[in-house]
């Protein structure tokens, strides 16, 4: 079936570098996508999104890529930081009318080395 | 501004006992989402109300779950008969419906059934 998946399930970064977490879909229909970050006991906290019309958006040390050929999501964050440590959730957000549930991948945990 | 509440934030219930989860959403929503999240997964659309009215019950998994937002604002989640496989963090989110389509999220109540 139809679904969003990220292609690791861990990934460890050196704190200062930069990182990047990918994400795979495979709805062609999709047009919004979320990045989420998610602390133990917390919920997924808003990080960027990015519309289907756009292959690029930037925030504040993050970057959001989108490769609709290939149905492929990227986000990249700038010098990491001991706080980035979290699990991030790609999210797509289909629109066909009034329904605009979100279908979550299964997360990838970044941990930031001091 | 006061993000989405939940509550409570931990509830224990023996098999066979009724549940009922409180969100309170960001003033001014229009939108509500219930999500299930087990542990170590992405989070799972239970269903979706836009104002008062519930447009998508779609992944309630039976018939022993029950939501409702009778004035448009605060939205409850009931399960009755609780199960062990209903163990797992319930999340809410809100969104403005009107200007952005981000969701955002509660804490969650992080439900557990002996």
């Known amino acids: 079936g139809e679904s969003v998946g990220l292609h690791l399930p861990t990934l460890s970064v050196q704190e200062g570098d930069n990182s990047i977490i990918n994400c795979a879909y495979s709805?062609?229909?999709?047009?919004?996508f979320i990045w989420y970050k998610q602390e133990s006991g917390k919920g997924p906290q808003f990080i960027i999104d990015?519309?289907?019309?756009?292959d690029k958006r930037q925030g504040q040390r993050v970057t959001v890529l989108l490769n609709k050929t290939v149905k492929h999501l990227s986000l990249q964050i700038a010098a990491t930081q001991p706080g980035d440590s979290a699990v991030y959730f790609c999210a797509e957000n289909r629109r066909p009318g009034a329904n605009s549930k979100l279908t979550f991948g299964k997360g990838i945990t970044l941990s930031v080395r001091p | 501004g006061a993000g989405v509440s939940q509550s409570p934030r931990y509830k224990v219930a023996k098999r066979g006992q009724d549940v009922a989860l409180r969100c309170d959403p960001i003033s001014g929503h229009v939108s509500l989402f219930w999500y299930q999240q087990a542990l170590g997964q992405g989070p799972e659309f239970l269903t979706y109300f836009q104002n008062e009215a519930q447009l998508d019950k779609s992944g309630l998994p039976s018939d022993r779950f029950f939501a409702e937002r009778p004035e448009g604002s605060v939205s409850t989640l009931k399960i009755q008969r609780t199960q062990q496989e209903d163990s797992a963090v319930y999340l809410c989110a809100s969104r403005d419906g009107r200007i952005t389509d981000t969701q955002y999220f509660g804490p969650g109540t992080r439900l557990t059934v002996l």
């Open positions: 990015i519309r289907s019309n756009m």
């Open positions: 709805n062609s229909a999709s047009d919004y």
